[in-house]
């Protein structure tokens, strides 16, 4: 296990590792996701009182579960690189941001979408999709925060920190729904008890979850190979593998 | 399947519109997302490789000399 972790930090290592793991899984995100979108598309039932629109929630869902874990994600690899300064790990971070913002946007988006013919209106100011509109500027500022400064070691820093104080909202998104009132429903699906949802919406729903949380590491990974490739071009290791593709 | 026909697909009961809206808003991000990284990744690799072949040249054009 810890040698796994101290090769995790290692470039060259992570590098042919993380090309064999994106060679499997973004055909199978693919797959998954195709099957999971026809599923809930063409196979589900309607819902009895939403009729068609519901099917929203096989994109709606899992973009906004996933955009929550993600930040957790990143705010983790932000602090593993406050505290022990592993490059790899700020290059994790910043690889999550953008990443997290395209799924917040999305869940947010298609949330808007559902809301016109479900609530009668775009959007509300209520808790739980302000705090989701909170966690979009999260990541945009960590993205935008590094490009702010010249000198990419206080970037990183600045960033970190900023991605750890972020962690308040978290809790405050996933509780938004109990806490204030809202036109937002709660959480149909439980880990413990039954799950408030029939099991002919809820399994292609689980699958797509999955298929998201796939996308989510295919696409970190993507963009730190990317990074990678650029800051190491000088290095030994990556001009050995250009010369030998 | 649960549509009868194409049309009753594309429809869906009126909400046809609000349910492709969403899925159009969502792939068309998540496409570029993922092929954004892959071209960068591409870009830099052709331009190390050309940093090789130029250094290559130099030097096989010092050793002429």
């Known amino acids: 296990m810890w040698t796994f972790i101290h090769k995790m930090g290692s470039p060259p290592w992570f590098f042919r590792f993380s090309g064999t793991v994106v060679k499997w899984l973004l055909p199978l995100t693919l797959v998954l996701l195709a099957v999971g ?25 899992p973009a906004a579960v996933v955009a929550l874990a993600g930040y957790y994600v990143m705010a983790f690899a932000g602090a593993v690189s406050l505290i022990w300064r592993i490059k790899m790990a700020d290059v ?4 999550a941001a953008p990443v997290g913002a395209v799924l917040t946007a999305v869940a947010l988006v298609t949330g808007a979408i ?38 990419k070691t206080a ?10 104080v972020g962690t308040v909202n978290i809790p405050i998104i ?15 699906i439980k880990f413990t008890g039954e799950s408030a949802i029939d099991s002919s919406m809820l399994y292609p729903l689980l699958l797509m979850i999955a298929a998201f949380y796939c996308l989510f590491a295919v696409t970190v990974l993507l963009n730190m190979r990317a990074e990678l490739v650029w800051n190491h071009r000088e290095a030994g290791w990556l001009q050995q593998l250009v010369r030998e593709a | 399947m649960y549509f009868d026909s194409l049309t009753a697909l ?6 046809g519109f609000y349910v492709w809206l969403a899925y159009a808003l969502t792939f068309l991000p998540v496409a570029v997302m993922v092929w954004l990284p892959v071209r960068r990744q591409r870009e830099h690799w052709r331009w190390i490789a050309a940093e090789q072949r130029r250094a290559d040249s130099v030097q096989a054009d010092m050793t002429d000399k």
Not at chain 1, 37 to 61: C, E, K, M, T
Not at chain 1, 174 to 188: C, E, F, G, R, T
Request: include cysteine; aromatic fraction near 18%; charged fraction near 15%.
């Open chain 1, 92 to 95: 994790t971070m910043r690889a």
């Open chain 1, 37 to 61: 979108a026809a599923w809930g598309l063409l196979v589900a039932p309607p819902d009895f009182r939403q009729g068609n629109s519901y099917r929203i929630i096989y994109i709606h869902v």
């Open chain 1, 114 to 151: 559902w809301g016109k013919p479900t609530w009668g209106t775009w959007w509300v100011w209520d808790a739980r999709i302000t705090s989701m509109l909170i966690l979009l500027f999260l990541y945009l500022g960590v993205v935008a925060l590094f490009e702010a400064y010249e000198n």
């Open chain 1, 155 to 164: 970037a990183a820093r600045a960033c970190a920190v900023l991605s750890l």
């Open chain 2, 10 to 15: 594309w429809h869906m009961d009126g909400h």
């Open chain 1, 174 to 188: 996933y509780k938004s729904v109990d806490w204030w009132y809202s036109l937002h429903q709660p959480a149909s």
